[in-house]
């Protein structure tokens, strides 16, 4: 088996830090200065930085090789993979392929409908679903096997991810999807962004009840506000996400100039609360194409210096 040591994010997690990660998604075209540039905003002030795979179903640079640029310059990755576009065989090749470039950690994802994409007539594969593919990374780590049962020379000892909406409906199904997703194998999960306070800390302590933080560590996701008209978009046009009210109004009552400064004393204040919930491991900060306010979230926030 692999001896390999554990990654950054792994380490802060199992020791019981309070961990920060954050997001890059890749350029639309092949510069890798464009990763670059979005690495040296995030460097120093995160634990390790989530590189999305063909985010809303569009051509970006793949996940792998984002990743591997942002490891050249001593940035940790969280890999996503997702079913859409992959067979199995397509999806135990690229792990294994991108464990031996020096990533540490994936994010198991089923991944968005390539409908809702640039290409939208596209076939997708789907041969597996998020679920089994974080079995099948539990499999590879843990018994040094593929799908197919045969032996691995170096297993991918890989930091297992997955995703969880504490705010989709049916409410009641969602501490049960994120028990399967534990028993499948997740390590650590990254949820929907938090603006439902109270709705996040009832899903919070039904998966306690089910002792399910005991078996897992869970990063909030917190996403800054730049209007009262992003507040509304992602609230009413976004699948899955649950805007209060009350934070559409407190955008909606500033001035227009003063609408980010707003946002971000939103973002300060449930970071805060946050960390006062039993069970929450981090925050997983998604300011994908606005990377330079992560720096003030985190320094703002008291989360630096990073250890």
């Not at 692999?2 to 075209?29: D, H, M, N, W, Y």
């Not at 955008?251 to 300060?268: F, S």
Request: proline share 4%.
């Amino acid at each position: 088996m692999s001896t390999q040591s554990p990654g950054r994010l792994e380490k802060i997690l199992s020791s019981g830090g309070f961990a920060v990660t954050a997001e890059c998604g890749p350029p639309r075209g092949a510069s890798a200065d464009v990763v670059r540039k979005k690495g040296e905003l995030l460097k120093g002030l995160v634990d390790a930085v989530n590189v999305t795979d063909n985010q809303t179903a569009i051509v970006r640079m793949s996940s792998i090789s984002a990743s591997t640029h942002l490891l050249q310059m001593g940035l940790e990755p969280v890999m996503q993979m997702v079913t859409r576009d992959r067979n199995r065989i397509a999806l135990q090749s690229d792990i294994l392929g991108a464990y031996s470039l020096g990533i540490r950690n994936i994010l198991c994802l089923t991944g968005d409908h390539q409908s809702f994409g640039s290409q939208p007539d596209a076939m997708n594969v789907f041969d597996i679903d998020s679920m089994n593919l974080i079995r099948m990374v539990l499999t590879m780590r843990s018994e040094g096997r593929d799908m197919s049962g045969f032996e691995l020379n170096v297993p991918p000892r890989m930091f297992i991810g997955a995703a969880a909406n504490p705010f989709a409906d049916p409410f009641e199904y969602r501490v049960i999807r994120l028990a399967k997703k534990i028993d499948a194998g997740a390590d650590f999960i990254q949820t929907q962004c938090v603006y439902n306070m109270d709705r996040f800390k009832e899903w919070m302590r039904l998966a306690r009840e089910e002792g399910l933080t005991e078996k897992v560590h869970i990063l909030a996701g917190i996403t800054p506000l730049k209007s009262a008209g992003m507040a509304r978009y992602m609230d009413r046009r976004v699948a899955g996400m649950d805007v209060p009210e009350a934070i559409i109004k407190r955008m909606a009552g500033v001035a227009k100039d003063q609408a980010i400064e707003e946002g971000l004393k939103i973002c300060l204040e449930t970071i805060a609360e946050l960390r006062e919930v039993d069970g929450v491991h981090g925050i997983h900060i998604m300011a994908i194409e606005w990377e330079e306010i992560v720096g003030r979230i985190v320094e703002e926030a008291g989360l630096l210096p990073r250890p």
